[in-house]
């Protein structure tokens, strides 16, 4: 699929996991690649940005199987984000689908 | 490539960004590829999975909206360039814990810092009047003895002092700095006339992060979060100063000029580092038209391999002192914005 299609979506789909439970980065990893092919490098630093950008609030707790885990939990401002961006999304998808369609 | 490979390359392209960014990404890598390798596979596969590394480092770079510079000046400059920033960059990580501590030092710290500093010059210039006199005494006494074995011993008794000097010397630097760091870390007062303790000046940066993390939650970019903290907190000291100074009349002239003071020895240190690298460049644009020259000379059919060589050396080494320097005092670490 075309990266730059992805990268937008990504954004949608990482919010959308995390507005379920929260997770930590491995596991949302493994959860995105189930929806979209994508490179496993490449969801870090968008876990870092939306982190910086207040989307996430990240935590540390133990786990029972090795070391301390980083969580992410979605907050308020992420939750709307989610709204908008899935919202965007729908005018998006059905305006393309229109399009070919029209013709 | 392996686990440890991945992680030490890792970390010096993304240097760049706040010690406290890098272990958070270095952690997260880490523990995917613990994961992973708990999943089954080997490190290797782990690794290839996160796919172009070059790619990888520009993604991430990107979430803090850098561009990778050490991508493009490789593929643009010569092999020798990238060598030399690479070798600055090997060597600013090496004086990192020195840097961070000039970086995080304030007003009034840099004055504890600098008076530490002035103390052990004193001390260094001091500790020479013994040795001289013991050197004098030495070869007086030595040279009683006759044949010029006398003479030879008195030689090499100022030698072994002289070396001994030096020795003392250098514990005496060593211990100066060390305690010079420790005591504007500590705010430890010493000795001096301007160094009162002070508490007006400068609770700013704690503030910042303390109000910081309560607006954190808050629907607000980070980047005018930290704009807004600063204004506000600067007001809410001033007032604690002007009650102070309204009880007390003669403190008052400590209080105002002691930040002051340190304020002035940074500026001054500063500009003292700026002048000392003044001949520095003086000297690096000499280098360069005496390249120029030697090119000139080259292209008419005049060797000389040997002083070009020497010319080249000067020059990089020079010029990699003088960055270092520049970025040692007036580096500027990128936070996330």
Same mark, same amino acid.
């Given at each position: 699929?075309?990266?730059?299609?992805?990268?937008?979506?990504?954004e949608?789909?990482?919010?959308?996991?995390?507005?379920?439970?929260?997770r930590?980065?491995?596991?949302?990893?493994?959860?995105?690649?189930?929806?979209v092919?994508?490179?496993?490098?490449?969801?870090?630093?968008l876990?870092?940005?939306l982190?910086?950008?207040?989307?996430?609030?990240?935590?540390?707790?133990?786990s029972?199987?090795?070391?301390?885990?980083?969580?992410?939990?979605l907050?308020?401002?992420?939750?709307?984000q989610?709204?908008?961006l899935?919202?965007e999304?729908?005018?998006f998808?059905?305006?393309?689908?229109?399009?070919?369609?029209g013709? | 490539?392996?686990?440890?490979?991945? /992680?030490?390359?890792?970390?010096?392209?993304?240097?760049?960004?706040?010690?406290?960014?890098?272990?958070d990404?270095l952690?997260?890598?880490?523990?995917h590829?613990?994961?992973?390798?708990?999943s089954?596979?080997?490190?290797?596969e782990? !690794?290839?999975?996160?796919?172009?590394f070059?790619?990888?480092?520009?993604?991430?770079?990107a979430?803090?909206?850098i #561009?990778?510079?050490?991508? @493009?000046?490789?593929?643009?400059?010569s092999?020798f360039?990238?060598? $030399?920033h690479?070798?600055?960059?090997?060597?600013?990580e090496f004086?990192?814990? +020195? !840097?961070? #501590?000039?970086?995080?030092?304030?007003?009034?710290?840099?004055?504890?810092?600098?008076?530490?500093i002035i103390? @052990? +010059?004193?001390?260094?210039?001091?500790?020479?009047?013994?040795?001289?006199?013991?050197e004098?005494?030495g070869?007086a006494?030595?040279?009683?003895?006759?044949?010029?074995?006398?003479?030879?011993?008195g030689?090499i008794?100022?030698?072994?002092?002289?070396?001994a000097?030096?020795?003392?010397?250098? /514990?005496?630097?060593?211990?100066?700095i060390?305690?010079?760091?420790?005591?504007?870390?500590l705010?430890?007062?010493?000795?001096?006339?301007?160094?009162?303790? @002070?508490?007006?000046?400068?609770?700013e940066?704690?503030?910042?992060?303390?109000? #910081?993390?309560k607006?954190?939650?808050?629907?607000?970019?980070?980047?005018?979060?930290?704009?807004?903290?600063?204004?506000?907190?600067?007001?809410?000291?001033?007032?604690?100063?002007?009650?102070?100074?309204?009880?007390?009349?003669?403190?008052k002239?400590?209080?105002?000029? +002691?930040?002051? $003071?340190?304020?002035?020895?940074v500026? /001054?240190f500063?500009?003292?580092?700026?002048?000392?690298m003044?001949?520095?460049?003086m000297?690096? +644009?000499?280098l360069?038209?005496?390249?120029?020259?030697?090119?000139? /000379?080259?292209?008419k059919?005049?060797?000389f !391999?040997?002083?070009?060589?020497?010319v080249i050396?000067?020059?990089s080494?020079?010029?990699?002192?003088?960055?270092?320097?520049?970025?040692?005092?007036?580096?500027? #670490?990128?936070?996330?914005?």
């Open positions: 699929m075309n990266s730059q299609f992805k990268k937008g979506v990504l949608l789909i990482v919010l959308q996991i995390v507005s379920k439970k929260d930590y980065g491995y596991e949302l990893v493994e959860e995105v690649s189930k929806a092919e994508v490179n496993e490098g490449t969801i870090y630093p876990l870092k940005r982190t910086n950008e207040h989307y996430f609030d990240a935590y540390i707790q133990e029972s199987e090795g070391p301390p885990r980083k969580y992410y939990h907050t308020t401002m992420g939750r709307q989610l709204t908008e899935a919202k999304w729908t005018e998808y059905d305006s393309v689908n229109q399009f070919m369609k013709d | 490539m392996k686990k440890q490979e991945f /992680l030490d390359r890792l970390k010096s392209r993304i240097s760049i960004l706040d010690d406290e960014e890098v272990e990404i952690m997260e890598y880490e523990a590829i613990n994961e992973k390798m708990n089954g596979k080997t490190e290797e782990a !690794i290839a999975d996160f796919g172009d070059n790619e990888l480092i520009k993604e991430i770079l979430a803090y909206k #561009k990778d510079k050490g991508q @493009t000046s490789s593929s643009s400059t092999e360039q990238a060598w $030399i690479k070798a600055i960059d090997e060597i600013t004086m990192r814990p +020195l !840097i961070d #501590k000039v970086n995080t030092l304030e007003g009034d710290q840099v004055g504890y810092f600098i008076g530490y103390l @052990t +010059l004193i001390m260094v210039a001091l500790i020479g009047i013994p040795f001289w006199f013991l004098r005494i070869v006494l030595l040279s009683v003895i006759p044949l010029g074995v006398g003479h030879v011993f030689v008794f100022s030698v072994v002092l002289d070396i000097q030096l020795v003392v010397c250098i /514990l005496i630097i060593i211990y100066g060390q305690r010079a760091i420790e005591a504007a870390t705010k430890k007062p010493v000795n001096f006339g301007f160094v009162v303790k @002070t508490s007006s000046d400068k609770p940066q704690k503030s910042t992060v303390e109000v #910081k993390t607006v954190e939650p808050k629907a607000q970019p980070e980047e005018k979060a930290e704009v807004k903290v600063e204004v506000k907190s600067a007001p809410s000291v001033e007032p604690t100063v002007n009650v102070k100074v309204e009880d007390k009349a003669a403190p002239k400590e209080r105002v000029i +002691l930040p002051f $003071i340190g304020n002035f020895f500026l /001054l500063k500009g003292f580092v700026l002048v000392c003044l001949p520095g460049f000297m690096v +644009l000499g360069m038209i005496v390249l120029g020259i030697m090119i000139a /000379l080259a292209v059919g005049v060797y !391999i040997g002083l070009f060589m020497i050396g000067i020059l080494f020079t010029s990699t002192i003088l960055d270092i320097i520049y970025r040692t005092v007036f580096r500027k #670490k990128v936070s996330h914005a």
